[in-house]
């Protein structure tokens, strides 16, 4: 490696880590959103979502604590149509409250991000780092960088450090499947029974509670396409590519139904797409009998 990139390699790693503890640090004022700014905003994100106050608040912290960071470029968002661009070195993309449907019945809600070297819609593989924050019980976060998965606990004065190498367990125990019972078996075929034979259903109706589910009990979550959404559900940049670095940086695999999502290259920064996480061999099953139901 030339010194340069040497040099690069090293000054994206620290804003890398500038990122993780500005998101950490910012995670007690986003909870504060959730419990004071709970009304509609009347308004809409570019994929039609209803947005809360909590939302847009969100996302202005985001932004402004994100583009406060020197090495940071650029800043997109799931609740805002176009890149604010900067001077830096990587790239920002981010649902700032993922499942704020959840916050009128106090259910899982939380930050999904990922830090790229190239400013989306850019490719999987450009991914550097990518993490998520629950708002549940206890502020956590967990993040993906460097070949391993951390689990903190952000309650406590500082980051405090809960597990060193997540994995996803080799025994699954649950699964959680989104767009409804009929959705499984028109698109996962004999798979979605078998699944339902072996596991235990934990659904909560926010991804990044429900893929923390499988990260610790080991199992599946998908989230289909549908007739009402025929790319699927999911935002292929903001969601899915950085939950399946997580989750494939701890021994699972992603998959749209036929490839890593890490795979995918998005066209359109807001780009939607079915997104299946888990266990490796039960992502292995469902591709298997996807392709075979749909041929
Ligand atoms: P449904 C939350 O709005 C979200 O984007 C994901 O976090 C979650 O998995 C999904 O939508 C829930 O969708 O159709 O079950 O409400």
């Excluded at 799931?78 to 830096?88: A, P």
């Excluded at 976060?141 to 998965?149: I, Q």
């Excluded at 009990?217 to 939950?243: H, N, T, V």
């Amino acid at each position: 490696m030339s010194k340069s990139s040497d040099a690069s390699a090293a000054q994206a790693d620290q804003t890398v880590a500038q990122v993780i503890d500005t998101i950490a640090d910012t995670a007690a004022d986003v909870r504060t959103a959730i419990a004071t700014e709970r009304e509609h905003s009347g308004t809409v994100n570019p994929s039609g979502d209803e947005q809360l106050a909590a939302d847009v608040r969100a996302d202005e912290l985001f932004e402004q604590r994100m583009l406060s960071i020197d090495g940071v470029a650029s800043y997109a968002s799931e609740e805002r149509e176009d890149v604010t661009t900067s001077d830096g070195h990587v790239h920002m993309a981010m649902d700032p409250l993922d499942g704020s449907s959840n916050l009128e019945p106090n259910s899982g809600m939380g930050t999904i991000f990922g830090v790229y070297s190239e400013q989306p819609p850019t490719h999987g593989s450009d991914l550097l780092a990518a993490g998520f924050v629950i708002y549940g019980p206890v502020t956590s976060m967990v993040v993906a960088r460097d070949g391993t998965v951390e689990e903190y606990i952000l309650d406590s004065e500082e980051k405090r450090l809960v597990d060193d190498d997540v994995t996803v367990p080799e025994d699954p125990t649950v699964f959680g499947f989104g767009g409804g019972v009929d959705s499984w078996t028109d698109n996962f075929g004999s798979f979605a029974e078998e699944v339902r034979q072996e596991l235990k259903l934990r659904y909560g109706g926010a991804m990044i509670a429900d893929i923390n589910q499988v990260l610790n009990y080991g199992g599946i979550f998908a989230y289909p396409a549908l007739e009402s959404s025929p790319d699927g559900k999911l935002r292929l940049q903001f969601e899915g590519q950085p939950m399946a670095y997580i989750v494939e940086t701890a021994g699972g695999r992603s998959s749209d139904g036929s490839r890593s999502l890490l795979d995918r290259n998005p066209d359109d920064l807001h780009e939607r797409t079915p997104l299946h996480l888990g266990n490796a061999d039960l992502i292995d099953r469902l591709e298997a009998s996807v392709e075979q139901y749909q041929r």
